[in-house]
């Protein structure tokens, strides 16, 4: 069974930094490409950051600059460095893993930049 587990979701400050992680189990992780996505209420779900098999990466050009992401094929994780926090990036933040025939889903962690 796939299962993608976020965590490290929470209240964040205008200008700081949180830091998202995903665990899976049940896929062959090097085989994934591995992304962020995020919706906020009322909208769609919009990608924020993606990692390829080999180690490329992408960004929405919301948070190119201050996002990063990164995964860890030994551990099965991928990571979400957020910084420089701006209160329009609150939203469920879901982890996503991309296999050649199909695509998975964490439950989402919720992320609310306030001051």
């Known amino acids: 069974q796939v299962q993608l587990v976020e965590s490290g979701g929470g209240l964040g400050q205008p200008g700081g930094s949180l830091r998202l992680s995903c665990a899976a189990s049940?896929?062959?992780?090097?085989?994934?490409?591995m992304g962020w996505y995020r919706q906020a209420p009322g909208k769609q779900r919009d990608l924020v950051a993606v990692?390829?098999?080999?180690?490329?990466?992408n960004y929405a050009d919301s948070v190119k600059g201050r996002f990063t992401i990164s995964r860890d094929n030994a551990k099965n994780t991928v990571t979400l460095q957020m910084n420089s926090l701006k209160p329009e990036d609150t939203a469920v933040y879901y982890c996503?893993?991309?296999?050649?025939?199909?695509?998975?889903w964490g439950q989402g962690t919720q992320v609310t930049v306030s001051s």
């Open positions: 049940g896929i062959i992780f090097r085989f994934a490409n």
């Open positions: 990692i390829a098999r080999n180690g490329n990466t």
């Open positions: 996503n893993a991309d296999m050649p025939l199909s695509q998975y």
